[in-house]
């Protein structure tokens, strides 16, 4: 997509400690507007652009600044993906808590923690690897 750039590893891992914090807030408080927001979060990284999350603009403002330079990247495809899957479940959280069914609501909420707890805690970004096994079987058509 354009604008997408390769993306600083440390800004990821710094979004799913964000997202994890917003997640137990949803879980604790089954505040589903909160889990609405990050779903709209994840719409935007998913579906136009990862330069518009709130969270990585805030590690690229502030953060970044203060750590030392890295030369690591990573691909923005793998990302925009996890970001995908991430908007399905907490959509699903958001209709379950919405629609008053809160088990649904804090089954898919959860799912979602746990995957980004992988993320920001191990670096293991559970979306990315179903994007890498995905592109294995079913590689890009050439243009």
Same mark, same amino acid.
């Given at each position: 997509? *354009? /604008? &997408?750039? *390769?993306? &600083?590893?440390?800004? *990821? +891992?710094? #979004?799913?400690?964000?997202?994890? !914090? @917003?997640?137990?807030? @949803? !879980?604790?408080? /089954?505040?589903?507007?909160?889990?609405? $927001?990050? #779903?709209?979060?994840?719409?935007? %990284?998913?579906?136009?652009?990862?330069? !518009?999350?709130?969270? /990585?603009?805030?590690? +690229?403002?502030?953060?970044?600044?203060?750590?030392?330079?890295?030369?690591?990247?990573?691909?923005?495809?793998?990302? +925009?993906? $996890?970001?995908?899957?991430?908007?399905?479940?907490?959509?699903? /959280? #958001?209709?379950?808590?919405?629609?008053?069914?809160? #088990?649904?609501?804090?089954?898919?909420? =959860?799912?979602?923690? @746990?995957?980004?707890?992988?993320? =920001?805690?191990?670096?293991?970004?559970?979306? %990315?690897?179903?994007?890498?096994?995905?592109?294995?079987? =079913?590689?890009?058509?050439?243009?």
């Amino acid at each position: 997509m *354009p /604008g &997408d750039v *390769p993306v &600083d590893p440390r800004g *990821p +891992r710094f #979004t799913a400690w964000m997202t994890s !914090l @917003v997640l137990v807030i @949803v !879980l604790l408080t /089954g505040v589903w507007q909160l889990l609405a $927001a990050q #779903t709209v979060i994840f719409a935007m %990284c998913a579906f136009i652009g990862l330069r !518009l999350n709130p969270y /990585g603009q805030l590690f +690229r403002t502030a953060i970044r600044p203060r750590l030392k330079p890295t030369s690591e990247r990573e691909a923005p495809e793998p990302l +925009r993906f $996890a970001q995908g899957v991430g908007f399905v479940f907490a959509l699903v /959280g #958001t209709i379950g808590y919405a629609s008053g069914l809160t #088990t649904l609501g804090v089954v898919a909420t =959860a799912a979602a923690l @746990v995957a980004a707890l992988l993320n =920001a805690a191990f670096g293991l970004c559970l979306g %990315c690897e179903m994007y890498l096994i995905i592109r294995r079987f =079913a590689p890009a058509k050439s243009t």
